[in-house]
């Protein structure tokens, strides 16, 4: 077995969680597809020792600290499949190559859908926006509206005001309740029940949006908050279980991060229905020194 773990994934999660093994000497591989789902953000904010930082210039220096570990080894490519063979996993790559481990541990991430509204996906990690503790400093004091595509949107509207001047758009399905009108009121956040149905300005910024009663509103940035899905299907492929989160399925993990298959662990947004990139990488911290440890009891066992 040329490996003891392998971590699936590149993004902030698994480059924390193979930093841990790196410094416990653990011979460990790291494949990564290259398409973070934070690549369409300018920034990351909120990370301490990174706030300002592209996502893309944190993990290139992530990797390059990384190949200082002699016994790591990192490679470009897209795992395709994953399979259990008696206590050792086996691991395919697309370009036809194949690894073993006794570890894996999984920091697949994500994929969002949009609403189906022009103008949406043109501007998402620029204008359209996910959460307002990464990008809300950089739009505050604009016009802000909040887009309701699930149950939970009203409470995402009650928290933008401390960012600027907020709308809700109900999209005519999501209408709030007696109790959360009271709190929005109390937010002086403006409920508006005209369907969005265009974004309008020179993208990627935000100028205004068209209404389905014809009209326009002006807004600098909409907070949306898209449903998610498996970016990999190595965790179904693997046997995983999933909890259904407030966004879309969520590998089920237990404290120490190890899935529902003995010897694979999960970090990263695809394992936590909280999606910033401080915890995915404390998630992935914990995942690598877990993962560690779990090899350390097999050998003493």
Same mark, same amino acid.
């Given at each position: 077995?040329?490996? !003891?773990?392998?971590?699936? @994934?590149? #993004? *902030?999660?698994? %480059?924390?969680?193979?930093?841990?093994?790196?410094?416990?000497?653990?011979?460990?591989? %790291?494949?990564?597809?290259?398409?973070?789902? #934070?690549r369409f953000s300018e920034a990351s904010h909120g990370f301490l020792g990174q706030d300002g930082q592209t996502p893309a210039a944190i993990m290139r220096e992530g990797?390059?600290?990384?190949?200082?570990?002699?016994?790591?080894?990192?490679?470009?490519?897209?795992?395709?499949?994953?399979?259990?063979?008696?206590?050792? *996993?086996? /691991?395919?790559? !697309?370009?036809? @190559?194949?690894?073993?481990?006794?570890?894996?541990?999984?920091?697949? @991430?994500?994929?969002?859908? %949009?609403?189906?509204?022009?103008?949406?996906?043109?501007?998402?990690?620029?204008?359209?926006?996910?959460?307002?503790?990464?990008?809300?400093?950089? /739009?505050?004091?604009?016009?802000?509206?909040?887009?309701? #595509? +699930?149950? +939970?949107?009203?409470?995402?509207?009650?928290?933008?005001?401390?960012? @600027?001047?907020?709308?809700? *758009?109900?999209?005519?399905?999501? !209408?709030?309740?007696?109790?959360?009108?009271?709190?929005?009121?109390?937010?002086?956040?403006?409920?508006?029940?005209?369907?969005?149905?265009?974004?309008?300005?020179?993208?990627?910024?935000? !100028?205004?949006?068209?209404?389905?009663?014809?009209?326009? /509103?002006?807004?600098?940035?909409?907070?949306?908050?898209?449903?998610?899905?498996?970016?990999?299907?190595?965790?179904?492929?693997?046997?995983?279980?999933?909890?259904?989160?407030?966004?879309?399925?969520?590998?089920?993990?237990?404290? #120490?991060?190890?899935?529902? /298959?003995?010897?694979?662990?999960?970090?990263?947004?695809?394992?936590?229905?909280?999606?910033?990139?401080?915890?995915?990488?404390?998630?992935?911290? %914990?995942?690598?020194?877990?993962?560690?440890?779990?090899?350390?009891?097999?050998?003493?066992?």
């Amino acid at each position: 077995m040329s490996f !003891e773990a392998i971590i699936i @994934g590149g #993004n *902030f999660a698994g %480059l924390s969680a193979a930093m841990q093994l790196a410094r416990a000497r653990r011979r460990v591989l %790291l494949v990564d597809a290259g398409a973070p789902r #934070n690549r369409f953000s300018e920034a990351s904010h909120g990370f301490l020792g990174q706030d300002g930082q592209t996502p893309a210039a944190i993990m290139r220096e992530g990797k390059r600290q990384l190949s200082l570990y002699p016994t790591i080894a990192i490679r470009e490519g897209k795992v395709i499949r994953a399979d259990s063979d008696g206590d050792a *996993f086996i /691991v395919g790559t !697309e370009d036809g @190559g194949e690894e073993r481990a006794a570890r894996i541990v999984l920091a697949t @991430g994500v994929s969002d859908t %949009l609403p189906e509204i022009p103008g949406l996906k043109e501007r998402w990690g620029r204008s359209a926006l996910h959460c307002p503790y990464c990008h809300g400093f950089e /739009v505050g004091g604009g016009k802000l509206g909040v887009l309701a #595509n +699930h149950p +939970h949107s009203a409470h995402s509207a009650m928290m933008i005001p401390d960012w @600027g001047a907020t709308t809700f *758009f109900t999209q005519a399905l999501f !209408e709030p309740d007696d109790e959360q009108l009271v709190k929005l009121t109390a937010r002086d956040v403006r409920i508006e029940r005209s369907p969005i149905v265009e974004l309008l300005g020179d993208k990627p910024k935000l !100028e205004a949006v068209r209404l389905a009663d014809g009209r326009v /509103v002006p807004l600098d940035a909409v907070f949306v908050a898209p449903k998610t899905s498996m970016a990999s299907p190595i965790a179904e492929q693997l046997g995983c279980a999933f909890d259904e989160g407030p966004f879309g399925p969520i590998i089920r993990i237990a404290d #120490n991060k190890e899935t529902t /298959v003995k010897g694979v662990f999960a970090a990263g947004d695809a394992a936590s229905a909280m999606h910033n990139a401080t915890l995915a990488s404390a998630s992935g911290v %914990l995942a690598g020194v877990h993962c560690h440890q779990s090899l350390v009891m097999q050998s003493a066992a």
